[in-house]
């Protein structure tokens, strides 16, 4: 290498180390669900890579790389282990990271249409379909990709606010969540600068979701008071129990006191390409909605979109033109992305999975997303055969809560009891399942989005609690 060329920008030697590691990566992630779900960083290896120096002069590429995958990513949790149900897992696609490879080594300015027309279009195009599938017209709606669900429910409820309230009204809007719903939520309604006091908790039913007589009673008290109702965020798929809250309720509601009707779909709105998409059955009388492709989708984390009903209300939210852009700036054919979100400069996050809906087609996607449904219901089916487990929240999307039960321990003693059964089964590292809180109850949940899990997964992590059960002396 001459003195005018620079490492920086070797493709050639790019393509040799992608040659020699990706093959390693791969047969590691192939062996994932026969691996250790947890593994912990030890002490010494933490301080081998705080010890590791930026230095003036270049290390080989086969020692960069060595690091990266001997004391990096080799200590991290699995979460694409088919027995690992805690959160909403990464149920990741190999497809996906294909499609993620690709769009990195092009890397295309996300923000503009001007300067990457094919993607803009495609991504577009992708847009639209998903909102085709909430049941939104697509001469009107518009959206884009963002980072996740946070990003997602920020960007809508930013367009909420300034498409119910005058700047000077701020003060005076109100939010109306359930005791459900993401925390994502509130700490964005907070940031758009809505005080902590005016996000109003609506309480839910025993199936976990939003009260609609419970909702109109605040509201109403909320409007008495002096407050202006501007924004109500419904679930489509709680994170704790899968729930989906009543939709046309809801709706009936938000057009009475003309507010804004937002969806989290982050999770949930997944099951509208599944053979389930009945359920969500009104999401299309919703104003925006939130919708991760990192979670139910399959793809790698970064993959989430935000689709409003009204592109134009969007537009008149985020749209800038300063003097700098004014070459390239929107007109009513080509929206740029910037002028529809937070973000000027941003990746094409849509494009993985674009190519991932390209490449294995609606039907093999479908079939994937139901598999969950089917075996949380098994879950829950084999639950229900033992007097000792108590179905605390049903099989709902693909998420099922259950706790240990009998009428010999107190409820802070039974708690306990659940509590040490999760431990034990992280203790033991090859089924991982945290537990939530539900009605002051300590529960275990299970969220069976991974198409990979079978039933015999399911009926083995079944039988360890059973023993696990036996072995606390709780029965013989």
């Not at 300067?115 to 639209?128: F, P």
């Not at 109100?174 to 758009?192: E, F, L, N, P």
């Not at 537009?315 to 700098?324: D, L, Q, V």
């Not at 809560?401 to 992280?426: P, W």
């Amino acid at each position: 290498m001459n003195k005018e060329e620079f490492i920086l920008f070797q493709w050639k030697e790019a393509q040799e180390s992608l040659n020699k590691f990706m093959p390693m990566m791969a047969e590691e992630q192939m062996n994932a669900s026969r691996t250790s779900i947890i593994n912990p960083l030890p002490e010494e290896k933490k301080e081998k890579i705080k010890s590791i120096p930026f230095q003036e002069e270049p290390r080989s590429a086969n020692d960069v790389m060595d690091d990266l995958k001997e004391l990096v990513y080799k200590y991290r949790t699995m979460q694409n282990n088919p027995r690992f149900f805690s959160f909403i897992p990464l149920a990741l696609s190999p497809i996906s990271v294909v499609g993620e490879a690709i769009n990195a080594f092009y890397s295309p300015y996300g923000g503009s249409h001007t300067l990457s027309q094919g993607m803009a279009v495609a991504e577009k195009r992708l847009i639209n379909w998903l909102g085709e599938q909430v049941g939104y017209p697509v001469k009107e709606l518009g959206g884009l990709f963002v980072s996740g669900g946070s990003m997602a429910n920020l960007t809508a409820s930013i367009v909420a606010r300034d498409e119910k309230l005058k700047d000077n009204e701020f003060y005076k809007g109100t939010v109306y969540i359930s005791d459900q719903t993401h925390s994502s939520v509130a700490k964005g309604i907070r940031v758009m600068g809505i005080p902590r006091a005016n996000i109003k908790k609506v309480k839910t039913n025993r199936y976990f979701q939003m009260i609609p007589e419970e909702l109109e009673k605040q509201i109403q008290e909320d409007k008495e008071a002096g407050y202006i109702p501007f924004l109500i965020v419904g679930s489509c798929g709680t994170t704790n129990t899968g729930s989906i809250d009543p939709l046309h309720k809801l709706a009936d509601i938000s057009e009475k006191y003309n507010t804004w009707l937002h969806i989290d779909g982050a999770y949930g709105a997944s099951a509208l390409l599944s053979s389930y998409r009945e359920l969500l059955d009104g999401i299309e009388r919703s104003d925006s909605i939130s919708w991760d492709g990192h979670k139910w989708l399959f793809q790698s984390y970064g993959c989430a979109v935000v689709i409003c009903k009204d592109r134009q209300a969007m537009a008149r939210t985020f749209n800038s033109n300063p003097e700098y852009l004014t070459d390239i700036k929107s007109d009513d054919s080509n929206i740029n992305f910037w002028d529809m979100g937070i973000e000027l400069t941003a990746p094409a996050r849509g494009m993985r999975l674009w190519y991932t809906l390209q490449r294995v087609g609606l039907k093999e996607m479908r079939r994937a997303i139901d598999k969950g449904f089917e075996n949380a219901k098994y879950f829950e089916e084999l639950f229900k055969k033992e007097a000792y487990f108590e179905i605390v929240s049903p099989a709902q999307l693909s998420t099922v809560n259950i706790r240990y039960f009998d009428n010999n321990h107190s409820e802070e003693e039974l708690n306990q009891i659940n509590k040490k059964l999760s431990e034990m089964a992280t203790k033991r590292n090859k089924a991982i399942y945290y537990t939530t809180m539900l009605n002051e109850k300590i529960v275990l949940r299970f969220c069976t989005i991974n198409p990979l899990l079978t039933k015999k997964d399911v009926k083995e992590v079944v039988e360890e609690i059973k023993n696990d059960i036996v072995s606390l002396g709780l029965i013989k």
